[in-house]
């Protein structure tokens, strides 16, 4: 397998984001493995394009935020977790939730409200969860996973089971105070918790360098005396063998990982956000390191997944994602009203 750069990449975005890596497939990572990931990277992509068509026509209701761009980080940071792990999310969570392993139907039916979705319709875009595979939801308030994810490690050095809690966060959460007495704490209790930063360089409108004097947020780690790794959010080789790293590390019981995945939101806020707070034609350059194209043209120059093959995966996505839309538009049913009042309190069952 050869190292083979992305193609036709200017300097000046290697330069500018500073991380920018080689595609060098992680080492025991295996073809089938290579292939999955893929294929996750491209029905997330195919996913939140068809949700922003589905949000502008009034089919779903309420915000939606797309996942576009980010595809390697989800992706690849879910792959070096085991099944049985932990993961929180964001008011992003399309990505997280399908690279741990989620029905896409099933959540295509939660984003129209529907009941059979994953969360009966009522959680959709913006706190879909699915806890039977370890992902415990996503939210709109910034940094608010952070207690959710150290509580989940706590519980796993309780019990001793070798789970590992990871959350994903953006780095406008890292200003948010419960974000520094997360971290704080699990450096302190020495928990099994990954701090996975999704840095796109935008809070909504509002860039890093305006309200961080210092945007190496993975250098925080040491005030909390604990590793802080800084990777290509384009590339999921190099995400996956961080996150790969960082879970070995807690499951010897070494304790926490701050990792910031560094990358540019190439789309809005939203679905409907029209961008005019920053310079599209500098953002539109970024598309030269889009994930997908990235790891594709790699798979293919060296050898290790035919173009033939890989533009089957590339069909098939696509396939999913239309069979999710009927689905959730033609053998799904909407709530009755009595389900105002279903799921409004726990069940009294202790989760194990």
């Given amino acids: 397998m050869g190292e083979i750069m992305p193609k036709k990449i200017p300097e000046k975005l290697i330069r500018a984001l500073g991380c920018v890596k080689e595609l060098v497939a992680s080492e025991g990572l295996s073809v089938e493995c290579q292939e999955d990931m893929f294929s996750k990277m491209n029905i997330i992509r195919q996913f939140d394009t068809k949700v922003r068509d589905l949000w502008m026509d009034d089919t779903i209701r309420g915000l939606a935020h797309s996942y576009v761009g980010a595809e390697a980080i989800a992706v690849g940071a879910c792959a070096a977790l085991n099944a049985d792990d932990y993961i929180t999310s ?27 979705g ?22 709109g308030i910034v940094g608010s996973g952070m207690p959710l994810a150290l509580g989940a490690a706590k ?17 406008g959460g890292t200003n948010q105070g419960v974000w520094h007495e997360s971290l ?16 796109n ?15 190496n947020l993975y250098k925080r780690a040491e005030g909390y005396g604990i ?24 499951r010897k019981g070494d304790g926490p990982t701050l990792i910031e995945a560094r990358f540019m939101r190439l789309l809005g806020h939203f679905v409907a ?36 093959k890989l533009d089957a995966v590339v069909r098939e996505a ?34 194990k």
């Fill in 90 to 116: 964001t008011h992003r969570g399309h990505g997280h939730t399908i690279a741990k392993g989620a029905d896409v139907k099933l959540m295509m039916a939660e984003l129209l409200g529907k009941s059979e």
């Fill in 118 to 139: 994953l969360n009966h319709g009522k959680g959709g875009s913006m706190h879909i969860a699915d806890t039977d595979i370890g992902m415990l939801g996503a939210t």
């Fill in 155 to 171: 519980s796993a050095d309780l019990l001793g089971n070798g789970r590992v809690s990871l959350c994903f966060h953006g780095d």
């Fill in 184 to 199: 704080n704490m699990a450096a302190a209790w020495n928990l099994p918790c990954i701090f996975l930063i999704e840095n």
């Fill in 201 to 215: 360089q935008m809070a909504i409108g509002t860039a890093i360098s305006s309200v961080s004097r210092e945007i």
């Fill in 227 to 250: 590793p802080g790794i800084l990777v290509d959010g384009f590339n999921v080789y190099d995400v996956y063998d961080a996150v790969k790293e960082a879970a070995n590390r807690a």
């Fill in 273 to 308: 956000d029209d961008q005019w707070y920053r310079d599209m034609e500098d953002v539109d350059q970024y598309w030269d390191l889009d994930p997908i194209t990235r790891v594709g043209e790699y798979l293919s120059d060296s050898g290790i997944i035919s173009k033939q």
């Fill in 318 to 351: 696509e396939l999913i994602v239309e069979e999710a839309v009927r689905y959730a538009k033609e053998d799904c049913t909407e709530p009755t009203l009595d389900a105002l009042y279903t799921d409004v309190y726990a069940n009294g069952e202790i989760i």
